[in-house]
C-alpha cells in the first residue's frame, strides 16, 4: 500500500500561485505516471498534469502555460506549480500514482485550493 500526502493548498487571490506537494511512502521510479487531478464542486475529477516515468509531461489547454509538474525522485515527491491562478482554478486537488507492472493505482486525500476574483 503507498501513501500519498499532499499539500500545499490554500486560498489565494487571481492572479496568484501556488506551489502543491505529494508526497510517496515509496520510490517514485516504481510509477509509471504521477499525475494531479482537480474536481470542482459538483464536477467530476479532472487531469490537470501528467508526468511519466520518462520526463514527459502533459497538460490540457486549460492549464497549459500556466502550471508545471515536476517531481524529485529523491524526495518521492511530485510538484504541481501553478501560476497565475484563475478562480474556475478551484478545486480539491489530487495526487494520483500509477504502475501497469505492478497493477497499482493510488490517489492522495485531497487538498483544497480556492482562488478568489
Known amino acids: 500500500q503507498v501513501q500519498l500526502v499532499e499539500s500545499g493548498g490554500g486560498l489565494v487571490q487571481a492572479g496568484g500561485s501556488l506551489r502543491l506537494s505529494c508526497a510517496a511512502s515509496?520510490?517514485?521510479?516504481?510509477?509509471?505516471?504521477m499525475s494531479w487531478y482537480r474536481q470542482a464542486p459538483g464536477k467530476q475529477r479532472d487531469l490537470v498534469a501528467a508526468?511519466?516515468?520518462?520526463?514527459?509531461?502533459t497538460y490540457p489547454v486549460s492549464v497549459k502555460g500556466r502550471f508545471t509538474i515536476s517531481r524529485d525522485n529523491a524526495k518521492n515527491t511530485v510538484y504541481l506549480q501553478m501560476n497565475s491562478l484563475k478562480p474556475e482554478d478551484t478545486g480539491v486537488y489530487y495526487c494520483?500514482?500509477?504502475?501497469?507492472?505492478?497493477?497499482?493505482?493510488?490517489w492522495g486525500q485531497g487538498t483544497q485550493v480556492t482562488v478568489s476574483s
Open positions: 508526468i511519466t516515468r520518462g520526463g514527459t509531461t
Open positions: 515509496l520510490s517514485l521510479v516504481r510509477f509509471d505516471t
Open positions: 494520483n500514482v500509477n504502475s501497469r507492472l505492478w497493477g497499482e493505482n493510488y
